[in-house]
């Protein structure tokens, strides 16, 4: 079936720890992205990328990178830089069209212990 | 500025009675998409309804319509007949123009909807 996977769902680090949170489509959507939610909290943009091999900061990208080297792939690394990384952590895509649907993954719980 | 506001932190309905969700949306561009998401407890967000700015009537998918009014720029999500599993938070989401064909989504800060039986 197509859809978005993410993982891991759940993920422990170690502060000074950088960790990759894997996003993963079948879609064939151009456009990737990277969200944060913290608890009660709306969803904020951390980086977009909207081809192969280009990506954009959003909102939040500071302490956090990302690599687009295939379309189906856009992994999230939360770096040591990154002060508060305890959040949730939401990938979606879509195709790049202002009338078509954003499909999210199940999401990624980060817990810095 | 907010692009996207939703003014109810929390909302309390009765099971089987409608209840309206506000948002309203911040933009220039002509060309925009608005979309409603359910997220449960579980986290997953799931896609309700869907209204572009150049639609004239107003979305409605089952229970769920959307009251589109372009010149206040509102996008109220009206949900009929509650049921408990409509306990959740619900996003207010737009995707407008910003140049290149990109189309970033932004998102509402939620509000959290608790259906009493």
């Known amino acids: 079936d197509g859809g978005i996977t993410q993982s891991p769902k759940y993920l422990f680090r170690k502060e000074g720890q950088n960790v990759t949170l894997s996003c993963e489509q079948n879609?064939?959507?151009?456009?990737m992205y990277w969200y944060r939610q913290d608890p009660g909290q709306g969803l904020r943009l951390i980086y977009y990328?909207?081809?192969?091999?280009?990506?954009q900061k959003g909102d939040i990208a500071e302490g956090y990178s990302v690599s687009r080297e295939k379309k189906e792939s856009f992994p999230l690394t939360v770096t040591s830089a990154q002060k508060n990384p305890t959040a949730f952590y939401l990938c979606?895509?879509?195709?790049?069209?202002?009338?078509?649907?954003?499909?999210f993954g199940e999401g990624s719980w980060l817990t810095v212990v | 500025a907010q692009k996207i506001t939703q003014t109810q932190p929390g909302m309390f309905v009765q099971e089987k009675e409608a209840v309206t969700l506000d948002c309203t949306y911040d933009?220039?561009?002509?060309?925009?998409?608005l979309f409603w998401y359910k997220q449960p407890s579980s986290g997953e967000m799931i896609f309700l309804i869907y209204?572009?700015?150049?639609?004239?009537q107003n979305a409605t998918e089952g229970r769920y319509s959307l009251n589109f009014q372009k010149a206040r720029k509102s996008a109220n999500l009206v949900i009929s007949a509650s049921q408990l599993g409509d306990s959740a938070m619900y996003f207010c989401?737009?995707?407008?123009?910003?140049?290149?064909?990109?189309?970033?989504?932004?998102f509402g800060r939620g509000t959290s909807l608790i259906v009493h039986p």
């Open positions: 979606a895509s879509s195709l790049r069209t202002p009338g078509y649907t954003i499909y």
């Open positions: 879609l064939n959507h151009d456009a």
């Open positions: 990328s909207q081809i192969v091999n280009d990506f």
């Open positions: 933009t220039s561009d002509q060309s925009y998409g």
């Open positions: 209204q572009g700015s150049y639609d004239e």
């Open positions: 989401a737009m995707r407008e123009g910003l140049g290149g064909g990109s189309y970033i989504p932004t």
